[in-house]
C-alpha cells in the first residue's frame, strides 16, 4: 500500500525561530542585575486573573493599571508584550507566591513556568519576587481608600501587582546599599 502514494518534494528552509540566546535560567529570583532606571512591569497572576501595575520610570512610585483575564498562553503572552510596549518596560516581575512558611505551593511551580516562558519570549528580563500577604495588603489598603466589596474586587489584583512590585524595587534598593 505504501507503493502506491505519491511522493512530493517541496524545498524546505530552516528558519531560525528564536534567535534568542537562552541561558536556561531556571531560578528568576536574582534581582542583583535588575534595572535601576526605566519603568518595570508587574503582574499578580491568579489562576482566572492577572494584576498588572507599572512603575514611574524613576521607580519612585508604582500604580496598578489593570487586571486581564487569564486565558491561553498566547493571548495572554500577546497582552503583556502590548503593557510592556505602551509603558517601554525595562523588565517584567512577576509575584512568586510562597505558602507562610517559606515552602514552595502548586502556584509557585506555575509562577516559575510562566517567568520560564516569558523569558524565551519578550525582550526584558524577567524575575521573580516574593508576593506573600500582598493580596491581604492590597485588600486593607483598599479599605481604608473606603472601597466597597465590589470595588475592592475589581482592584484587588492591579493593587497587589503594584504591592510586589514596590517591594521588588524596595528590596533594589537595599540590594545595592549592600
Known sequence: MLNNLRTFHYPISFINVQDKNTTNQTDFTDISDAPKTGRL?????????VGIAVSDELQFTVRGVAVIKRKGWKKFLKEIIAYLAEYDAKALVIGLPYNFDGSESEMSQEARRIARNFSLSIEVPVYLYDERVSTYQARG?????????????EKLDSEAAAIILQDFIDAGKRFNKE
Open 41 to 49: 512591569l508587574s503582574l499578580d497572576l491568579g489562576t482566572k486573573k
Open 141 to 153: 489598603n483598599l479599605w481604608k481608600l473606603g472601597l466597597n466589596n465590589k470595588q475592592v474586587r
